[in-house]
């Protein structure tokens, strides 16, 4: 069980309040929360850090107090809400097919303004990869990151990994919510050679935006995808009732 750390710069009710958001994300914790005693009784911290970590978790909506009742999980389990959505390994393992990725590049760059607009990002770290299933290229996935998760993404091996596994498992980044849009357009001729099809084709575009628990955004996405060979299963319910 994951302790807090009494000699961290770290404010202790901060470090709570992220253990708390973790086992939320992971499904852990669900429904009802444990009292305050009971938390006093596991972290071995005061009353007033308690419910400064609670009241956090508040006023951000991961949890809700109800009157007479006591304080709820607000937010479905990550699992629950956001796998279909953000990970393209599984909907390609949905669909049968064995996934694959190739990293083709990654860099900081200073993004175009359409990306500064949806980001806020003046600068960004980016990441390309081609997906695979079975072996066959079906999209070229490009990621723009915040400086600092970029730096941290790049000291893996990015072929054949998750993104989103790095990012939540290793990075400790807890997804909040994200904003999905899936249009058409023509691939650029570049990305079409990475795909192996024909210049000026019609594929499917998907942009996605996804933002941790304090509103930050930690990732733009916008993908190229073969329409004959993908598709998408899309849950996009995080609240319970």
Known sequence: ?????????????????????????????????????????????????????????????????RHGAGTFVSLKPIHQWLG????????????????GAKLITHYKLTPPSY?????????????KRVRYADGVPIGVECHYYPIHIGKELSK??????????IQQNELGILFAEADQTIGSGIIPNTDADLLEVPKQLHVLIAERLIKDYGGNTVEFEKAYYRSDMYNFHINLSRKFG
């Open 115 to 127: 990306i500064q607009e949806k980001t806020g990002f003046s600068e960004a770290y980016f990441v």
């Open 84 to 99: 279909n959505l953000t990970s393209t390994t599984e909907v390609i393992r949905q669909m049968g097919m064995r996934p």
């Open 1 to 65: 069980m994951l302790q807090l750390e009494f000699k961290s710069s770290t404010p202790l009710h901060v470090q709570l309040k992220m253990l708390i958001e973790k086992k939320i994300a992971e499904g852990e914790l669900t429904g009802q929360i444990p009292s305050e005693r009971n938390f006093m009784d596991i972290y071995h911290v005061s009353r007033s850090t308690i419910r400064e970590a609670i009241n956090l978790l508040v006023r951000e909506g991961v949890l809700e107090k």
């Open 156 to 165: 893996y091996n990015l072929n054949d990994v998750t993104l989103y596994d």
